[in-house]
């Protein structure tokens, strides 16, 4: 227990002397955890197809923690899959605005959703520009080039004309 205590001092310490500009209050770190907490718990409940309980955690995990992109991302994809895509379109955005340009994975991961989230709304220009974006990213994602390719061809189709 107290060789706990020692790490977790040392590390407020270190936090502290390394460069943060104002000392950090005591108890963000908590806050930052139980943070982390809730995504998880977010998490899990997506991988097992609870899209509800999994937007809820999102949602109280951002209440402790605030407007991070991570949980902006991970909020709009499962509104993507809720068919909630006008909010799940802003949260992306959001997400995306927020992402350090040295992330490129998760800069690539948001502009891979936006693409799918364009591509169900048959928004085919805005996909293949999300999709393009996501590529320049991680230009070996074979999922992202094989959508582009599906949204080339659909915007290589004439427009059906309307039968009588």
């Keep these: 227990m107290k060789r706990m ?3 977790i001092a ?3 310490i ?4 390394l ?3 104002k000392p950090i209050p005591w108890w963000k770190p908590l806050q930052q955890i139980k ?3 809730l995504n998880q718990k977010g998490q899990k409940a997506y991988r097992v197809n609870e899209p509800e309980k999994a937007l ?3 949602r109280e995990a951002k209440e402790v923690a605030g407007e991070h992109p991570v949980l902006l991302f991970n909020e709009g994809t499962t509104l993507m899959d809720l068919g909630r895509l006008e909010e799940a379109e802003r949260f992306l955005r959001s997400a995306l605005k927020g992402i350090p340009p040295q992330q490129v994975r998760e800069q690539a991961s948001a502009h891979y ?9 048959k928004r085919w220009s ?3 520009k999300a999709y393009i974006a996501a590529l320049k990213r991680t230009p070996n994602d074979w999922d992202a080039k094989y959508n582009l390719e599906l949204v080339l061809r659909q915007q290589q189709k004439p427009p059906q004309s309307q039968q009588r």
């Design 5 to 7: 205590f020692a790490i």
């Design 10 to 12: 040392a590390g407020f």
């Design 14 to 17: 270190a936090i502290a002397l």
């Design 19 to 21: 460069g943060a500009d």
């Design 35 to 37: 943070a982390w907490h």
């Design 56 to 58: 809820k955690a999102f």
């Design 113 to 121: 959703n936006l693409g799918n989230l364009y591509f169900a709304q």
């Design 126 to 128: 805005e996909a293949a």
